[in-house]
């Protein structure tokens, strides 16, 4: 599958590894992506829509993350979803924002990630003298694609496997309940209609039923 097409499918599975449940991500895109006007129940007939959040860009100062772990997250959550042709990156998105947030609204998923961040910058250390976002472009893939092959990996990058596995999902939880996520989905709701027509032959057709 394209990165893009199996991120989207990570974003429909449970939160593995986070001890988070799918309200609490949702909780959190709120907060931090300001989506409030997707949400029904913010544009009742006669009220007036919610003040816009500032975007996450503008929340930059991490309360949780060291200097050092708030740019590997940034590095690490794009290498795991890029900008391409299509959308912007993880970090364009605010998924260190996002990541920021649970870790400091529910704390039983802090040791997991400063464990795996520093474990992480150790492999990078010892690979290679530096911290991994000081690394080279071609020396971090080379972690990488240590780590994101459970079947593949070696014992000894068993403690990154499991790190990097709940990171890239939480980094799809994060970019795809985002402004540019959404619309990377192409998702189409709550929205006004004229007319409804029914469902598209093409999605009955996909889901077998008429």
């Given at each position: 599958?394209?990165?893009?097409?199996?991120?989207?499918?990570?974003?429909?599975l449970?939160i593995g590894?986070?001890?988070?449940?799918?309200t609490?991500?949702?909780?959190?895109?709120?907060?931090?992506?300001?989506?409030?006007?997707?949400?029904?129940?913010?544009?009742a007939?006669?009220?007036?829509?919610?003040?816009?959040?500032?975007?996450?860009a503008?929340?930059?100062?991490?309360?949780?993350?060291?200097?050092?772990?708030?740019?590997?997250?940034?590095?690490l959550a794009?290498?795991?979803?890029?900008?391409?042709a299509?959308?912007?990156?993880?970090t364009?998105a605010?998924?260190?924002?996002f990541?920021?947030?649970?870790?400091?609204?529910?704390?039983?998923?802090?040791?997991?990630?400063?464990?795996?961040l520093?474990?992480?910058?150790?492999?990078?250390?010892?690979?290679?003298?530096?911290?991994?976002?000081d690394?080279?472009?071609?020396?971090r893939?080379?972690?990488?694609?240590?780590?994101?092959?459970?079947?593949?990996?070696?014992?000894?990058?068993?403690?990154?496997?499991?790190?990097?596995?709940?990171?890239?999902?939480?980094?799809?939880?994060?970019?795809?309940?985002?402004?540019?996520?959404?619309?990377?989905?192409?998702?189409?709701?709550?929205?006004?209609?004229?007319?409804?027509?029914?469902?598209p032959?093409?999605?009955?057709?996909?889901?077998?039923?008429?």
């Amino acid at each position: 599958m394209e990165r893009r097409e199996m991120m989207k499918l990570l974003a429909t599975l449970p939160i593995g590894g986070w001890a988070l449940t799918h309200t609490e991500i949702a909780e959190a895109a709120t907060y931090v992506h300001g989506l409030d006007e997707f949400d029904p129940q913010q544009h009742a007939p006669g009220q007036q829509p919610p003040v816009a959040r500032p975007p996450a860009a503008a929340r930059v100062a991490p309360k949780f993350f060291t200097a050092l772990e708030w740019r590997t997250v940034a590095v690490l959550a794009d290498i795991v979803i890029p900008r391409d042709a299509t959308s912007g990156s993880a970090t364009d998105a605010g998924v260190p924002q996002f990541m920021d947030f649970v870790m400091n609204e529910y704390p039983n998923n802090q040791a997991r990630m400063r464990d795996g961040l520093g474990w992480i910058n150790a492999e990078s250390r010892t690979r290679f003298g530096v911290p991994f976002p000081d690394a080279t472009a071609p020396d971090r893939l080379l972690i990488v694609d240590d780590l994101a092959w459970p079947a593949k990996a070696k014992p000894q990058h068993a403690a990154g496997v499991r790190f990097f596995s709940a990171f890239r999902d939480l980094t799809a939880s994060g970019f795809f309940t985002s402004r540019i996520g959404v619309k990377d989905i192409g998702f189409k709701g709550n929205v006004p209609q004229a007319a409804w027509t029914g469902c598209p032959s093409s999605a009955e057709n996909h889901l077998k039923v008429s």
